[in-house]
C-alpha cells in the first residue's frame, strides 16, 4: 500500500478538472480511470444473496446465497464469514471490484419492504454478521460496502422521507452496526436516499462525524444510486463519490463551485485521497498486475456450502413431535402448494441475481425420497401476486424453436438493430445500439392447459401486446416515479386474459416504445388458468389424506416483498390459510414451510404437527429443507426478529410518511425491546428456534462487578435433556433495575453456541462487550456507562431468559 506522501504526489499531478471527473462514476457500475496517475476503473455489483455483475443478463448466472434473514437466523459468525468469502470469489470471477453488502439497516417494523435483504432487529446482533460478511469480502481483496447510512429502514417514499430520531436512538441504535463495520475494516460505506432531521444523507454531517473523525473510516463514501442530489452541500459534507454517471450533480457544477471558492480544493483532494487509496487496496492503481491464478470453487463445494447454509438459518418455530420424518418409515408423502414447487429462493429488487439452477422444496423432498417413497403434489390454489415471467417453461422463440424468446430491437422505422435468443422474457436491460426506438420480445407460447391464460407487460411508455396478430393491451404508461428500482428492475405490471389452447402454438409480440428517463426494462409474464378454490383445497386434503405425511409449503409473492415498496399487510391470504388448515385438519402430520423473508401472520400455527420458516433459502433451498425434514441436520435457526401473531400487536408498525417525515417515536425501543415496553406477547419472540433436542439451563456464573468501561464474560451451563446430539445458541441479555436513565426493560448483549450429546453438560462463554453497557449521553455528547446494579440474564430467547445474576457496575476512575 502507498503511503501518504506518494498519495499526494499523485494528487498533485491532477488538474482541478480531472480531479472532479474521478469524483462522478463512469457509466452505472464503473468509476473513471486516470492514465496520468496510473489509475484503473473498478467495478461494483449488488450484493448480499449473490454477485450479479455489470449486467443484467440472465446468461450471466451467479450463485444464488440464503436471504440476509437467512444468514442472521444462523446465528454462526464463521459461517457468514465463508459465505463472505464466496461472494467474494463470485465477485472475482465477474470482474468485480466492490461488493455492494451488506445492508445494516434494521427491522423496525415488519412491514419493511426490504426485510429480507436486512441482517436483524437488533443492533448488536446485526453488527456482528455484518462484520462477518465483510472480514469474509475482504479476504480475496474485494471491497465489502456497508449500506445504507443510515435510518433507511423503509421503503415508502425512500427518496424523500426525513427520518426524525434523536441523537441517543441514532447513535445507540442506528448508527451502531455501521460502527461495527468500520471495526470490521469495511472499504466503503453508502449513503441513502433518505434524510435525517432535515438533511439528506449524502449531505450530511453524520459523514464526518461520527464515521470518520470518531470512527477513524478511512475509505470511500459512495451514494445510493441516485441520491446525490446537491452539489456544494454534498461536496462539504463528506461524500467522495457519486453514482451513477457519467452524469450527477458535480461535474462542471462542483468545478466552478471550486472556481468560486464555494467547495474548499482542500475537500476535493481529500475525496480523491480516498478514492486512490482505495484503489490502491484494489489493485486498481499503479502497474496492471501480472495475471494470477484466481481461486474457484468447485462446483460441488459450492453447492455444499450453500445447501448447509440454507439449513442452517431455518427455524423450526414449532413442533410436536412430527420431525423429523423416518424416511424409512414412509410410504406415500404428500407435497402440497404452489410455493413447493415454485419455491421463491430470494427477494426482489436491484440485489436480484440470475442463479444457474434453483431447487425448490418438491424437488428436494423428490431426491430424498427417490427409491424410498412415492411423493405426491398438490398444488392448491394459484397464489396472489403477478403472474410468473414468461420463460422456456412455456414458450420458444419463433425463429430457431428452441426454449426461450427472441429480442430484437427495432428503429423508428421498423428496421431490425439487433436480435437475439434469451432465455426469458425479463430483459432490464436489452442492448440498445444506435437509433434504438422500440424493444421487442417474441415468444410462441406452448400451453399445456386450455383455459383463460393471464399474461402480462411491465414497463413504462408506449406499450403493446398482441396474440396471433390480435391486440390484447395497447397504452401509453407513463412513469409515476423516480424509484430507480422501480423503473429498472420492478415496473408495474399491465395484465390481460386471453383464451388459449392446449397444444397451439400461438405467437406472442410485446413491444415498448423507449422514450427518455423511461428506463430500458421490457418484462412479460404468463400464468396458465387458476383452478378453482375449492376443488384445489379438495384435492390438497385427498393427497394429504392419504399420505403417512404431508408438507406444505406457503410464501409471500413479488408483491409482498420487494425493494421500492413495504407491505401493507402480513397477511398470507386466504386461499393460503384455507390451504394449510384443510391439509392439518386430514392430516395431523402435517408440516408447514413458510416461504417468506420477514414475518407473516400465521393463524392456524398451533394446529399443524410442526413449522419451519425457510426465508429466501437460496439456489439449493429445497435440498437443505429435504436435510431437515428427514433428520440428516438439525434446523439451526433462530429468529433475528420477533415475529407478531397478527401485525395489530406489533409495537412499531408505521412505515409511511407524514408531511414527508417519518418520526421514531419509539426511540430506542424497537423489536423484543419494543414488545417488552408495550407488555405484549409475540407469536414468537427475537432468538426463538427448536432443534431436534431439548435442553435445560443450569446456571449462570461471572464476575460480582465490573469497571466501567469494560467488557467481560458470562458463563451459562446448559444440558441436553433430549435423545439427539443437538446446538444450543446461548442468548445473554442486560437490565438496569433502579437506574436514573432511561434503558429498555432488557436488550441483547451476547450469545455463544454450543453442541453437546445427549445428557452431555458444556458449558457457553459468552461474551458481553463494553459496548452493551454505555448509553449516549446527549448532554455532553459522549458514551457514558452509569455505576450501579446490571442483571444479567441468560436463556434462549428474549422471551426465556430463566438464568439471572447481578453485576455491580463500578466508576472507572
Known amino acids: 500500500m502507498r503511503d501518504e506522501d506518494e498519495l499526494d504526489r499523485l494528487i498533485d499531478k491532477l488538474t482541478p478538472e480531472a480531479k472532479v471527473a474521478l469524483l462522478t462514476g463512469a457509466d452505472t457500475w464503473r468509476t473513471a480511470a486516470e492514465p496520468a496517475v496510473e489509475l484503473r476503473p473498478w467495478v461494483m455489483s449488488d450484493g448480499p444473496a449473490g454477485v450479479r455483475g455489470p449486467s443484467w443478463d440472465e446468461r450471466h448466472t451467479a450463485v444464488l446465497l440464503p436471504s440476509a434473514t437467512a444468514l442472521a437466523a ?127 444523507t449524502t449531505a450530511s454531517s453524520l459523514l464526518r462525524s461520527p464515521l470518520r473523525t470518531e470512527w477513524g473510516f478511512a475509505g470511500v463514501v459512495v451514494s445510493d444510486w441516485g441520491a446525490a442530489r446537491s452539489t456544494g452541500e454534498c461536496a462539504r459534507a463528506g461524500l467522495d463519490l457519486v453514482m451513477p454517471g457519467p452524469e450527477g450533480v ?3 457544477a462542483l468545478v466552478r463551485a471550486l472556481e468560486r471558492g464555494e467547495v474548499d480544493r ?15 487496496w484494489l489493485g486498481a492503481l499503479g502497474p496492471m498486475p501480472l495475471p494470477g491464478r484466481r481461486p474457484r470453487p468447485r462446483p460441488g463445494a459450492v453447492r455444499a456450502l450453500v445447501r448447509r447454509a440454507a439449513a442452517a438459518g431455518t427455524v423450526l418455530l414449532a413442533n410436536r413431535n412430527v420431525l423429523p420424518l423416518d424416511a424409512e418409515g414412509l410410504t406415500t408423502v404428500a ?25 425448490g422444496v418438491l424437488d428436494g423432498v423428490r431426491a ?53 435468443h434469451r432465455f426469458c422474457a425479463r430483459q432490464l436491460e436489452p442492448p440498445l445500439p444506435p437509433g434504438a426506438h422500440t424493444v421487442e420480445i417474441r415468444a410462441r407460447l406452448g400451453p399445456r392447459a386450455s383455459g ?10 408506449r406499450m403493446t401486446l398482441h396474440l396471433d396478430g390480435a391486440e390484447l393491451l395497447a397504452g401509453d404508461f407513463p412513469k409515476d416515479t423516480d424509484d430507480p428500482a422501480l423503473i429498472h428492475v420492478t415496473p408495474p405490471i399491465h395484465r390481460v386474459s386471453a383464451e388459449l389452447v392446449a397444444g397451439t402454438s400461438p405467437l406472442l409480440v410485446a413491444r415498448r416504445e423507449l422514450a427518455p428517463d423511461t428506463g430500458r426494462a421490457l418484462v412479460v409474464s404468463a400464468a396458465p388458468p387458476a383452478p378453482d378454490t375449492a376443488t384445489a383445497l379438495a384435492a390438497a386434503a385427498r393427497a394429504a389424506h392419504a399420505a403417512d405425511a404431508a408438507i406444505v409449503v406457503v410464501g409471500t409473492t413479488e408483491d409482498d416483498e420487494c425493494e421500492g415498496r413495504d407491505r401493507t399487510h402480513l397477511r398470507l391470504g386466504s386461499d393460503q390459510d384455507a ?9 395431523p402430520r402435517t408440516v408447514v414451510i413458510v416461504n417468506s423473508g420477514g414475518p407473516v401472520e400465521m393463524p392456524w400455527r398451533r394446529e399443524v404437527g410442526a413449522l419451519l420458516l425457510s426465508w429466501f433459502p437460496g439456489q439449493e433451498g429445497g435440498s437443505a429443507l429435504a436435510d431437515v425434514l428427514f433428520g440428516r441436520t438439525e434446523p439451526g435457526g433462530r429468529l433475528p426478529t420477533t415475529w407478531p401473531a397478527v401485525l395489530q400487536d406489533a409495537p412499531v408498525v408505521d412505515t409511511r410518511p407524514r ?13 423484543h425491546r419494543g414488545w417488552l415496553r408495550a407488555g405484549r406477547t409475540p407469536a414468537y419472540w427475537f432468538g426463538h428456534g427448536l432443534g431436534y433436542t431439548t435442553w435445560a439451563y443450569e446456571e449462570v456464573t461471572g464476575p460480582s462487578s465490573v469497571r466501567a468501561g469494560e467488557s467481560f464474560t458470562v458463563r451459562v451451563r446448559v444440558r441436553n435433556t433430549g435423545t439427539r446430539a443437538g446446538r444450543e445458541v446461548v442468548q445473554v441479555y442486560l437490565a438496569r433495575p433502579g437506574a436514573t436513565v432511561e434503558y429498555p426493560e432488557r436488550w441483547f448483549a451476547g450469545y455463544a453456541a454450543v453442541r453437546a450429546r445427549p445428557g452431555e453438560t458444556v458449558t457457553a462463554s459468552v461474551d458481553v462487550p463494553a459496548r452493551a453497557l454505555r448509553y449516549w449521553d446527549e448532554r455532553t455528547g459522549r458514551w457514558r456507562t452509569e455505576p450501579g446494579t446490571c442483571r444479567v440474564l441468560a436463556g434462549p430467547s428474549a422471551g426465556d431468559v430463566p438464568l439471572a445474576r447481578e453485576v455491580e457496575l463500578t466508576p472507572a476512575d
Open 579 to 587: 390451504l394449510v388448515r384443510a391439509v392439518a385438519a386430514a392430516n
Open 452 to 461: 383463460r391464460w393471464t399474461l402480462g407487460i411491465a414497463g413504462f411508455g
Open 335 to 359: 407435497v402440497i402448494g404452489a410455493r413447493a414447487a415454485h419455491t421463491r429462493t430470494q427477494g426482489g429488487g436491484s440485489a436480484g441475481v440470475f442463479p444457474e439452477g434453483e431447487v
Open 368 to 420: 430424498w425420497l427417490r427409491g424410498r417413497a412415492t411423493v405426491v403434489h398438490a398444488p392448491g390454489p394459484a397464489l396472489a401476486g403477478p403472474p410468473p415471467v414468461l420463460d422456456g417453461t412455456w414458450c420458444t422463440a419463433p425463429d430457431s424453436g428452441a426454449p426461450g424468446v427472441l429480442l430484437r430491437v427495432l428503429d423508428a422505422d421498423e428496421t431490425v438493430l439487433h436480435s437475439e
Open 74 to 200: 444462523t446465528w454462526d459468525e464463521p459461517l457468514v464469514e465463508r459465505l463472505g468469502s464466496l461472494l467474494a470469489l463470485e465477485a472475482r470471477r465477474k470482474g468485480v471490484h466492490v461488493v455492494l453488502a451488506p445492508n445494516l439497516n434494521l427491522h423496525r417494523s415488519p412491514l419493511g419492504g426490504r426485510h429480507f435483504e436486512c441482517f436483524s432487529e437488533d443492533p448488536e446482533l446485526t453488527g456482528r454478521m455484518g462484520a462477518a460478511l465483510v472480514r469474509g469480502i475482504q479476504a480475496h481483496q474485494v471491497a465489502a460496502t456497508a449500506k445504507h447510512y443510515v435510518a433507511n429502514d423503509s421503503e415508502t417514499d425512500r427518496l424523500s422521507v426525513d427520518v426524525r430520531v434523536d441523537e441517543r436512538t441514532l447513535r445507540e441504535v442506528y448508527l451502531a452496526p455501521f460502527e461495527a463495520a468500520v471495526a470490521a475494516g469495511v472499504r466503503f460505506v453508502m449513503a441513502g436516499y433518505n434524510a435525517v432531521n432535515g438533511t439528506t
Open 250 to 252: 458535480w461535474g462542471e
Open 659 to 671: 408531511e414527508g417525515r417519518l418520526a421514531y417515536t419509539e426511540g430506542p425501543h424497537i423489536g
Open 266 to 280: 482542500r475537500l476535493v483532494d481529500d475525496k480523491v485521497r480516498h478514492l486512490l487509496r482505495g484503489a490502491d
